[in-house]
């Protein structure tokens, strides 16, 4: 089965049955509350998209530069371009590699999350104001729109152990069956489950029971944020279409491992409002400006 036959029998599966939708009048501790009994929830309009938009230029010409394989192991720029030399199922990025000139998305994304109340959400999940945003697990991903099986991973088996949840941002709009978006298993296990030798969990994880399964439509701005354990999966219906997306991960500063903080930014409250109060750095010049971008935008705000 495939993600065009799994919509076609189970279109229930499109609709929030689970009820894991909120909104900003929602308060943030009944999101946390939902998040940790199933591991995954969406925030509506958390976003302006007029800046997706931009993001969204910006990172589509990125991809289709030379500059976008610099720094990429051969596997990956295999996997950028097939054998063809067409495009292959799309890349994968460190979010300080994204960029036009001094112009960086996922730095003004960062920005936006910070000083939207996707923030208040991300202290009452942390229980704690001083959070670090882990930018070595942070991911820029372009994604082409080809025909995928079922199956689902965990990122606590193919990111890191100790990272507790991922904030996934669609840079624009995101309808099953015309592109590629984040489906879920619900409730998360609150553990690490059996897989397949490739990391996989398998499409008989998925499938045991569609009442669990949720792939939601996403308007631009809206975000989801799943936990460490949550099973979830990339969707491809073979439309082709492209998809821009960043993943940013972030935990409690106090509890964060040593070998995570490189490069990493970290956020606490002064005079009641986010702020970044620090940055750490060893990886390069890219990384630099990138941060320096951050500060930029975070000033502009």
């Not at 036009?100 to 999940?125: H, L």
């Not at 882990?134 to 606590?156: E, F, N, S, V």
């Not at 409730?187 to 939601?216: E, K, M």
């Not at 949550?230 to 964060?256: C, N, Q, W």
């Amino acid at each position: 089965m495939n993600f065009n036959d799994l919509v076609e029998s189970h279109p229930e599966i499109m609709r929030d049955r689970h009820a894991l939708s909120f909104s900003e009048q929602r308060r943030p501790a009944d999101i946390a509350d939902a998040f940790s009994r199933l591991g995954v929830v969406m925030l509506k309009n958390a976003l302006s998209p007029e800046p997706l938009e931009t993001c969204t230029d910006v990172f589509q010409r990125f991809v289709h530069s030379p500059e976008a394989a610099l720094g990429m192991a051969p596997s990956e720029r295999r996997r950028l371009r097939g054998a063809s030399g067409e495009r292959d199922s799309g890349s994968w990025h460190s979010p300080w590699a994204v960029r036009d000139g001094d112009y960086f998305p996922a730095a003004v994304i960062m920005s936006a999350v910070i000083r939207s109340w996707i923030w208040d959400v991300v202290e009452e999940i942390c229980r704690s104001s001083h959070i670090v945003i882990l930018l070595k697990w942070c991911t820029a991903r372009y994604a082409i729109d080809r025909p995928l099986g079922i199956g689902a991973h965990q990122d606590a088996k193919v990111v890191a152990t100790a990272v507790p949840f991922s904030i996934w941002i669609p840079f624009q709009k995101i309808v099953p069956r015309v592109n590629a978006g984040l489906g879920f298993v619900v409730p998360d296990p609150g553990r690490l489950l059996p897989t397949l030798p490739h990391n996989d969990i398998g499409a008989d994880h998925v499938l045991r029971d569609p009442a669990r399964l949720w792939i939601p439509p996403y308007a631009a701005g809206d975000v989801t944020i799943h936990s460490r354990f949550s099973p979830h999966f990339t969707t491809g219906y073979g439309t082709l279409s492209d998809r821009f997306s960043l993943e940013i991960r972030a935990m409690p500063r106090k509890v964060a491992p040593q070998n995570y903080l490189d490069p990493a930014i970290y956020v606490s409250r002064r005079n009641g409002i986010p702020t970044i109060v620090e940055a750490r750095s060893s990886t390069g010049v890219g990384v630099q400006e990138f941060l320096a971008a951050l500060d930029r935008s975070a000033i502009a705000a």
